[in-house]
């Protein structure tokens, strides 16, 4: 079982680029959500969705776009990098709201 | 505001020393309290789910418990794999799809 998949693993972005992180979950499940983890704040929810083709806002949305095409993918776009945004970046998955949460292993993402 | 406070922030533990993370909330109707490990480098790893309180829940050292304010994670006779940070997470029931995480405890176990 592959779980969460998350790419890249690493990437460095000069200020002002743009990228497209990719989630892919094969365990069919209906909710998908989008953190970052820095130093001293904990997970912070960035972006959620609840089902193929929903999107919604969690805490700290400014400065990153999402999307939900498919079930199974769950897109997380940086339009214009700052580095503010240097992060680690976790998709998480779950099939019901009552339910824990599986995790990827992250993407390191560092802004010049 | 729901709210999830983890102590310590931080713990070290000699090999065999037992010990206690806690995970205190204030929520409004609790539909489920989650413990995961997280290893450096690596994504949250689920523990344990615990949904009434008196529940409990064990993994070899681990054992998770559950009152109406806080849930304890008792790590009896630590080993240095068990070195890691533990986090928890609560689900309300007020048709949230967001579950609200603590910042953590950062174990380390010295051999």
């Known amino acids: 079982n592959a779980g969460v998949t998350q790419t890249p693993k690493f990437r460095v972005l000069k200020t002002g680029q743009s990228m497209t992180l990719l989630c892919a979950q094969d365990m069919n499940h209906e909710y998908m959500y989008w953190y970052r983890q820095d130093p001293g704040m904990g997970l912070r929810l960035i972006h959620y969705?609840?089902?193929?083709?929903?999107?919604a806002k969690g805490e700290v949305p400014d400065g990153y776009n999402v999307s939900r095409l498919k079930k199974q993918n769950f897109l997380l776009g940086l339009e214009s990098a700052a580095p503010s945004q240097t992060s680690v970046y976790f998709c998480?998955?779950?099939?019901?709201?009552?339910?824990?949460?599986?995790f990827g292993d992250g993407t390191r993402l560092s802004i010049l | 505001e729901d709210q999830v406070t983890q102590s310590p922030e931080a713990l070290r533990l000699q090999e065999g020393e037992s010990s206690s993370l806690n995970c205190s909330y204030t929520?409004?109707?609790?539909?489920?309290l989650f413990w995961y490990r997280q290893d450096p480098g690596k994504g949250p790893e689920f523990l344990f789910t615990?949904?009434?309180a008196g529940e409990e829940k064990e993994k070899e050292r681990l054992k998770a418990t559950l009152t109406k304010k806080e849930s304890f994670l008792h790590i009896t006779a630590p080993k240095p794999e068990d070195s890691a940070t533990y986090l928890c997470a609560v689900q309300v029931m007020r048709g949230s799809y967001i579950p609200t995480f603590g910042r953590g405890t950062s174990l380390i176990v010295h051999p």
């Open positions: 998480a998955s779950r099939l019901l709201s009552n339910q824990p949460q599986h």
């Open positions: 615990l949904y009434s």
């Open positions: 929520v409004s109707g609790l539909r489920g």
């Open positions: 969705s609840v089902g193929e083709g929903t999107t």
